[in-house]
């Protein structure tokens, strides 16, 4: 039977059967007309309408374009308006707006239909709101950004592999850390990336790499999840902390490395400062313990008893001191500037408060303090104390009649600084000993003749940073040091400007 005789067979014509369809379609359909006096509507269904808001009389008779006025810089309609010139089918995806201004994504087709002459007659369009769609496609890249962002940002190693074995991730923070690119381990296959991550690491430590993971995941479907540590050697020496988990969704295995190394690096410090302090407070105690037990066991002349006493106050003063400066570092660095009482000092008075209280040495100092203020904002007790315990050190490693100088330089960098600079003839450092300046109970002199705890300079250095400056310290083995405490200077609001000295 030929199509015509079916179809004369059926209650309904073809063309009737075709504009059911179009009438019952999902989809928005419109046919434009070409003539002379350019495009024209003549035809939405009933779809196009649900979809826009706009009813059939508001856009027949009309130019198509009415969804998109008011946003006309899309590339996609100069694509569309390119292919109406060419007379070729295009499918686009365009902003548009329904009547009640409600932005819609629409995917948009047209195709040319050409009469019997074939010439261009009319255009079909039809149009699917894939709103939904592309809200689905943006929360993804949101995400995915988001992700991507935690993964960049991390100061964690993260490195992903498939369920082939090769490295498909790893993001930039294990790269700066093992100091390998992108280029050399993209794509690797686990167990090249194990031999290439192991010419980074001391051989003297064990290394498991990621073919052991899956070697553990592909006998027993899952990792124990247990932390190791990789001793890296390249391009410095760095202790990691390496956890590896099983992955999904196409990702079998993922490895995370936490730099670990300024963790380990206090530990030891930790332990290193422990040892240190007992030493430093055994020594005092084993003295007034021992002449305190000889006191009371053995009968002494008052002459004899006076000395072992005056020992014993020593030592005590001198637990006491220790105590008081450890004391003193917990509490700045806990708490900072909360317990720093600023205010307005000229240091010119501060200076000579400290000058004054070594009235013994005042024959061995040469001050040259400015005759202008020096206004700065600290706390008096603070930097009194900070200039004490540098003043001190200077006294205590120069030669017995040796000159200690004390002077102010000025400073401009971005701010005015004022400094004071306490420079000795004494010891001196070598650079070695010039880098370990500062640490907890570091002493240049080793030969215990120069009493003191070491503690002097952290102290100074930690309350010249919370008052905004810094500790400057220069010096030359066997010629002495120069100390330098920086302090941010307060103008008058009179004051011209300041230059260096």
Known sequence: MEMREFWNGQCDTLGQVMERAIMASSNGIMIVEAGRGGLRTVYVNPAFEAI??????????????RLHEGDADQAALDEL?????????????LRNYRKDGTLFWNELSISPVLDNDGRLAHY?????????QKRAEQELMTWAMRLDALTTMSAEGLLTFDEKGFLSFVNDAFLRISGLSAAEVRGLHAECFDRMLAHQCDPRFALRGAMDD??????TGYIDNRETEVQLQVPQKRTLLRQAKKGNHGTSLLLYFQDITKARELEELKSEFLATAAHELRTPMASILGYSELLLLRSFDAEQSRELLSIILRQAQRVTNLLNELLDLARIE???SKDFDFAMHDLRTIVKDVTSAFPDSS??????????????????EKIHQALLNIMSNALKFSAPGGIVSVAMPLRVDKVPYVGVTISDCGIGMTSAELKRLGERFFRADKTGKVPGTGL?????????AILGGSLEVTSEWGKGSSFTLWLPLVLPDTAGPVEAV
Do not use: C, F, W
Request: positive net charge.
């Open 456 to 464: 002097g300079v952290s102290l100074a250095k930690e309350i010249g």
């Open 81 to 93: 308006r390119q292919a109406i010139a060419e007379q070729r089918p295009v499918k686009v995806v």
């Open 334 to 336: 806990a708490r900072r």
């Open 124 to 132: 079909i369009g039809i149009l699917n709101d894939i709103s939904e």
């Open 52 to 65: 826009t808001g706009y009813a059939h009389s508001e856009i027949v008779g009309r130019p198509p374009g």
């Open 363 to 380: 024959a061995r100092m040469s001050i040259d303090l400015p005759n202008e203020m020096r206004q700065v904002n600290v706390d008096k």
């Open 214 to 219: 899956i070697a553990e995941l592909n006998s």
